[in-house]
């Protein structure tokens, strides 16, 4: 059994993963913390995460799905309490990723741009492709589809997707975002990323492998934001019981 701390227990992930964790044998959620202290699903809610220190709760795991500002917060009490932490709160700046990377000095810290398990499922699978296409002379060009009123593009994940693939190559490709300023054949070493926004599309991401009368897609599409929460509950289980560090979703698939 997994014993949760959920921060942010109130916001729209935090009920779905509340939702998730109370059909879930080998997890409970034993405390929540959020500004808004409504105990919607039974377990006590603490405004801050000094409260719940001074409450004295007892857990395995903190799952955070929060806002970027209360992170700072929920990593110094666990840094003080030694409780892993899985950080799915997305938009940190550098500072605070810096503060991310500092607290797995104290604790295990699990982070990842995108908490599905599919999408890092398919970044393991990009990067094995680069690996043996680009050598073969095929392009890569990333799509990514969203909702109308996401306001960033491209998306973190598709950056996430492009990062992961140059961490695979011998060699530095540079990210195409604007084709239409200029006027010149595609370099060969250019990853290009294309955002498409429209209606209600939950997310979905396209790798494209463009070689020699032969072409190589891998995509992902997610068809309802419960992923990110399942991908959330199981890195809790992952988590538990892991020495200090830092973790990502690839070591959650292995």
Same mark, same amino acid.
């Given at each position: 059994m997994t014993n949760i701390i959920m921060h942010g227990c109130n916001g729209k992930m935090g009920h779905v993963i509340s939702r998730l964790a109370a059909a879930d044998p080998d997890v409970r959620i034993v405390a929540g913390i959020d500004p808004n202290t409504t105990a919607a699903?039974?377990?006590? %809610?603490?405004? @801050?995460?000094? #409260?719940? *220190? =001074?409450a004295g709760?007892?857990?395995?795991?903190v799952i955070d799905f929060s806002i970027a500002k209360a992170v700072p917060a929920l990593l110094a009490f666990a840094a003080q309490t030694?409780?892993?932490?899985? %950080?799915?709160? @997305?938009?940190? #700046?550098? *500072? =605070?990723?810096?503060?991310?990377q500092d607290t797995a000095k104290d604790t295990a810290v699990l982070f990842s741009a995108n908490m599905s398990l599919g999408v890092n499922?398919?970044?393991?699978?990009?990067?094995?492709?680069?690996?043996?296409?680009?050598?073969?002379?095929?392009?890569?060009?990333?799509?990514?589809?969203?909702?109308?009123?996401?306001?960033?593009?491209?998306?973190?994940?598709?950056?996430y997707i492009a990062d992961s693939i140059n961490q695979a190559l011998p060699?530095?490709?540079a990210y195409a975002y604007d084709r239409s300023k200029?006027?010149?054949?595609r370099p060969v070493k250019e990853i290009g990323i294309h955002a498409v926004r429209g209606g209600t599309i939950v997310g979905e991401h396209d790798v494209i492998f463009a070689g020699q009368d032969e072409i190589l897609q891998i995509s992902h599409t997610a068809l309802s934001k419960d992923i990110f929460a399942v991908g959330a509950v199981n890195a809790a289980k992952f988590l538990n019981g892991k020495a200090a560090g830092l973790y990502n979703m690839g070591h959650v698939i292995g």
């Open positions: 699903f039974g377990y006590p %809610v603490y405004p @801050t995460p000094q #409260d719940c *220190a =001074q709760v007892q857990a395995d795991v030694r409780i892993p932490v899985v %950080v799915c709160t @997305t938009g940190l #700046d550098q *500072a =605070q990723i810096q503060l991310v499922l398919l970044v393991n699978l990009v990067q094995k492709a680069a690996g043996v296409l680009t050598g073969a002379g095929f392009d890569i060009e990333i799509v990514e589809k969203h909702h109308n009123q996401k306001v960033d593009a491209p998306s973190g994940t598709a950056l060699e530095h490709y200029e006027r010149a054949k």
